[in-house]
């Protein structure tokens, strides 16, 4: 859908309590996993996230990395019990929508469809405000085949930031997916005519255009 789919991520000391001095540490163990990853060291790099979470187990950065590495092992059971724990989080940690919108972003990367579609519905139910939960929200459902659905978050998202017009493109999408050609040429036109450069846009807007030139037009009924 839209922006998101088409052409629409253990050490045996003792860790000290979290706190400022474990923060510290739990940021430290977080970024020595970034730079065992960049060298190929993945085994170490696992440790080092564990590491972290040792030092301050809400540490969300390393919350999230290690939920991708969980799914990656084939551990979705784990890995979704991770992403799931983000959402408990005060809502003053740092950067916790954007962390959430990761996490949802990497289940739409790997097609996880279900699992995205659970995360973006408790995110929006918390943080109605967020835009993006309800993109994501709407991406999932539309995959699923819940288009009434991915068309309201849609609108909701839209609502949100009216300006936004890879939103826009994002309703027409859902609203071709659902078979409502009309409305969906219109609000394609609309994005296409937002940012003429959008090659998304455009392309499902000619989409659109394709399956509205098939659809048998009506003849008027005839007079007695």
Sequence with gaps: MGTRTQ??????RK?????????????AAYADSIFRTAMGDLKRAVAALHRALEFDPGYAPAIFSLGTVEYQRGKCAEGRRLFE?????????????????????????????KDGLELY??????FPQVAVFHQGLGCCAGHEGLHDEAI???????ELEP????????????LLEAGRLSEAKETLARAVAMDP?????RENLRLCKTKLAKVPVRAPPLRS
Excluded: K, M
């Excluded at 052409?7 to 045996?12: E, I, L, N, W």
């Excluded at 959402?87 to 990367?109: E, K, V």
């Excluded at 309201?152 to 839209?158: D, G, N, Q």
């Excluded at 450069?197 to 846009?201: E, P």
């Design 7 to 12: 052409g629409r991520r253990r050490a045996s």
């Design 15 to 27: 860790a000290p309590a979290p706190g400022r001095a474990g923060l510290f540490e739990a940021e």
């Design 85 to 113: 724990s983000l959402l408990s989080h005060p809502a003053d940690t740092p950067d916790l929508c954007g962390i959430i919108d990761h996490a949802g972003d990497f289940l739409i990367g790997r097609r996880a469809y």
């Design 121 to 126: 519905r408790a995110a929006a139910l918390r």
């Design 152 to 158: 309201a978050a849609s609108r909701r998202a839209l």
């Design 163 to 174: 300006a936004n017009q890879r939103f826009v493109n994002d309703l027409g999408w859902s």
């Design 197 to 201: 450069d959008d090659q998304l846009a």
